[in-house]
């Protein structure tokens, strides 16, 4: 199973840019496949990013295309978030997300606040 624990959330101004990491735990990450999800007040929860578990294929929301860049370094067991130009609308609590066959594992969030 894959243990995971988000970090890097805070508060930033429109335009800014926040780097959130993603840290495993657990044999298996190397072999997930990894996704940022996100949260806002009164929505469902949306998929932000995903990337395969050597790296070699990332997708993108629509919304944050060209603006996000999810990465992995399978070696420190971290999975990051890059985010650039950042919106108010991006404002929300972060998941990470890692999927091994069956297993399925969700860390606690952290909080994204884009505010002037």
């Known amino acids: 199973q894959v243990q995971l624990v988000e970090s890097g959330g805070g508060l930033v101004q429109p335009g800014g840019s926040l780097r959130l990491s993603c840290a495993a735990s657990?044999?298996?990450?190397?072999?997930?496949?990894m996704a940022w999800y996100r949260q806002a007040p009164g929505k469902q929860r949306e998929l932000v990013a995903t990337?395969?578990?050597?790296?070699?294929?990332?997708r993108y929301a629509e919304s944050v295309k060209g603006r996000f860049t999810i990465s992995r370094n399978n070696a420190k067991k971290t999975v990051y978030l890059q985010m650039n130009s950042l919106k108010l609308e991006d404002t929300a609590v972060y998941y990470c997300?890692?999927?091994?066959?069956?297993?399925?594992?969700w860390g606690q969030g952290t909080q994204v606040t884009v505010s002037s």
């Open positions: 657990g044999s298996m990450f190397s072999r997930a496949a």
């Open positions: 990337i395969t578990w050597s790296g070699g294929d990332t």
């Open positions: 997300n890692g999927k091994v066959g069956a297993l399925d594992s």
